[in-house]
């Protein structure tokens, strides 16, 4: 029997506290803590930009593929699966270098060669902003995995559900707005939440195409300043400020989502 945990007193909230805090009053205490925070606040906003466009692009374009996936039409089923497995099976940081360097100049030689007979004027692949590139990347690979956990979450529904549905006179997409979605996103929550915040620490590899993200940052000024313990302490006290944060949140919505259904 599984005890439940709901009631625990969450000690290693406690101690992350307690590390967060001592750190937060070096920040404020000590100038070099105070310097090196303003310097990697710049990078927030890019962090937060790319896990925040890049996920819900994901989520979006994911949804799209699970849905495909169950298709009655095989065709659309086996495009589906091709799209999951090989992108499931490229590691993202090959992705994000793959997409900065192969697929972004190929899609401005494609644009140029397609809006050349119009008369418009050819674009460069340095218009092609690396920002965009690394959010495309992340997009790409986070869709992969969030197609599947919709799949399996829409297949958690029971058939029985749906065939009452339909037998009151509910076409497909009611069916699925009233009946099957709010049903599996309870159940896919705890999955997808996961997948948010692997992508709030995934985003910092965009720091290999250049991009000034808070990891990029980091880099930069712990090559300037020669202090990487005081550097990259700040560096993770930001992402795990973000990480726990979103945990944090992400859990009460869970359990409110669970107290609002009928059995719960």
Same mark, same amino acid.
């Not at 060669?113 to 790409?140: C, E, Q, Y």
């Not at 997948?195 to 000024?221: E, I, P, R």
């Given at each position: 029997?599984?005890?439940?945990?709901? /009631?625990?007193?969450?000690?290693?909230?406690?101690?992350?506290?307690?590390?967060? /805090?001592? %750190?937060? +009053?070096?920040?404020?205490?000590?100038?070099?803590?105070?310097?090196?925070? *303003?310097?990697?606040?710049?990078?927030?906003?890019?962090?937060?930009?790319?896990?925040?466009? *890049?996920?819900?692009?994901?989520?979006? %374009? *994911?949804?799209?593929?699970?849905?495909?996936?169950?298709?009655? +039409?095989?065709?659309?089923?086996?495009?589906?699966?091709?799209?999951?497995?090989?992108?499931?099976?490229?590691?993202?940081?090959?992705?994000?270098?793959?997409?900065?360097?192969?697929?972004?100049?190929?899609?401005?030689?494609?644009?140029? +060669?397609?809006?050349?007979? %119009?008369?418009?004027?050819?674009? !460069?692949?340095?218009?092609?902003?690396?920002?965009?590139?690394?959010?495309?990347?992340?997009?790409? /690979?986070?869709?992969?995995?969030?197609?599947?956990?919709?799949?399996?979450?829409?297949?958690?529904?029971?058939?029985?559900?749906?065939?009452?549905?339909?037998?009151? *006179?509910?076409?497909? +997409?009611?069916?699925? !707005?009233?009946?099957?979605?709010?049903?599996?996103?309870?159940?896919?929550?705890?999955?997808? /939440?996961?997948?948010?915040?692997?992508?709030?620490?995934?985003?910092?590899?965009?720091?290999?195409?250049?991009?000034?993200?808070?990891?990029?940052?980091?880099?930069?000024?712990?090559?300037?300043?020669?202090?990487?313990?005081?550097?990259?302490?700040?560096?993770?006290?930001?992402?795990?400020?973000?990480?726990?944060?979103?945990?944090?949140?992400?859990?009460?919505?869970?359990?409110? %989502?669970?107290?609002?259904?009928?059995?719960?």
């Amino acid at each position: 029997m599984t005890p439940k945990q709901d /009631g625990d007193f969450p000690y290693w909230l406690l101690i992350v506290l307690t590390v967060g /805090g001592y %750190l937060f +009053w070096q920040v404020l205490s000590n100038d070099l803590y105070t310097q090196v925070l *303003g310097t990697l606040s710049k990078g927030i906003r890019i962090t937060v930009f790319v896990t925040l466009v *890049g996920f819900a692009l994901a989520a979006t %374009l *994911g949804l799209g593929l699970a849905l495909m996936s169950l298709s009655r +039409w095989i065709v659309v089923r086996q495009i589906a699966r091709l799209y999951i497995e090989v992108v499931r099976g490229v590691p993202i940081i090959v992705l994000l270098l793959y997409v900065a360097f192969v697929l972004a100049p190929a899609l401005v030689a494609l644009w140029n +060669w397609a809006t050349g007979a %119009l008369g418009f004027d050819p674009i !460069r692949n340095r218009d092609f902003s690396m920002l965009w590139r690394a959010t495309i990347a992340l997009t790409i /690979g986070y869709s992969a995995f969030i197609a599947e956990v919709f799949r399996a979450g829409l297949q958690s529904v029971e058939k029985g559900q749906v065939e009452a549905a339909e037998a009151l *006179g509910l076409g497909p +997409w009611q069916r699925f !707005r009233h009946i099957v979605f709010p049903q599996a996103f309870r159940r896919i929550l705890p999955p997808l /939440g996961n997948d948010f915040v692997a992508m709030v620490k995934d985003s910092s590899l965009v720091s290999v195409l250049g991009v000034l993200d808070v990891t990029q940052a980091g880099k930069v000024t712990a090559a300037g300043n020669f202090r990487y313990f005081e550097t990259y302490n700040i560096v993770a006290l930001i992402y795990l400020t973000m990480t726990i944060g979103l945990s944090l949140a992400l859990r009460r919505l869970e359990r409110h %989502l669970r107290d609002k259904s009928p059995g719960g």
